[in-house]
């Protein structure tokens, strides 16, 4: 490994390149939810799109614009839950939203985990957990708050 290897940079790319080409981008003619959140701070949008099928996550995708960091984090969060249980997709959202808290998220995150660095800014957390709420919203709206209240 080239001592100029840096992780940091590696994060980077990843994100870019999820912002310049957005997995699972559109919408959902025959969704089971649909949730749009806006994240005031930044002006970030996402409308997601979800269709539960015999209690998995059967498809997933998502509409919006905002900052990479907000985009990014929509992209590869339709790409971890999508064929999930809307159990197992719910805790990936919850332990991201740990992860971005510095808590021990307590599982693998894969590709969200290159988003680490945003943890440090806390107006950019509501970038990064924009299409987690989202998602929390869409499968399960009882029990999750409302988060984009404007309780600042
Ligand atoms: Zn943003």
Known sequence: MSSDFSLEELYRETILDHNRSPRNRGQLPDATATVGLLNPTCGDQI??????????????????????????????????????????????????KRFLTGEDPGRDLGELETLKGVSQYPSRVKCATLAHNALEQALDPETSSPTSASSS
């Open 47 to 96: 409308r997601l799109d979800v269709k539960v099928d015999a209690g998995r996550v059967a498809d997933i995708r998502f509409t919006g614009h905002g900052c990479a960091i907000s985009m990014a984090s929509a992209s590869m969060m339709t790409e971890a839950v999508k064929g999930l249980p809307v159990s197992e997709a719910l805790a990936l959202a919850r332990a991201f």
